[in-house]
């Protein structure tokens, strides 16, 4: 698969699945990998997105588009100066969701882990 392929593959991917989490190789103050989700909303009648943290409170910035090699964003401040920046697609690794099991089924003569 060529760079024009996986940047189509990556770029269908942000834009259509739900809940999807990456990561662009940014580093928060104490050096771990950042990781965003896609937003998107369809309240009116086109669709608009947003990149935001992937934590509770996180910070987000609005997809201005999705071009054919980066997605590019924009955000404004309190005194209405404009940010823009762009995440090339190239950068982006999909993380994939943790598979979350019970403690409690590991446990041997635990009441409702029994099989049978």
Known sequence: MNKKDKNIVVREKLM???DVVFTCGIKDVLGRI???KVYASDRSDV???AIIENTSFGK???VNK???T???LYTYDMLHNKTTGKIKYS???FVEPEVKTNPLEHLSGFVGTEKG
């Open 34 to 36: 950042q990781e965003y």
């Open 91 to 93: 950068d982006v690794v």
């Open 66 to 68: 999705f071009g054919p």
């Open 16 to 18: 259509t699945q739900k």
């Open 60 to 62: 987000a910035m609005n």
């Open 70 to 72: 980066c997605i590019t």
């Open 47 to 49: 669709m608009s997105f």
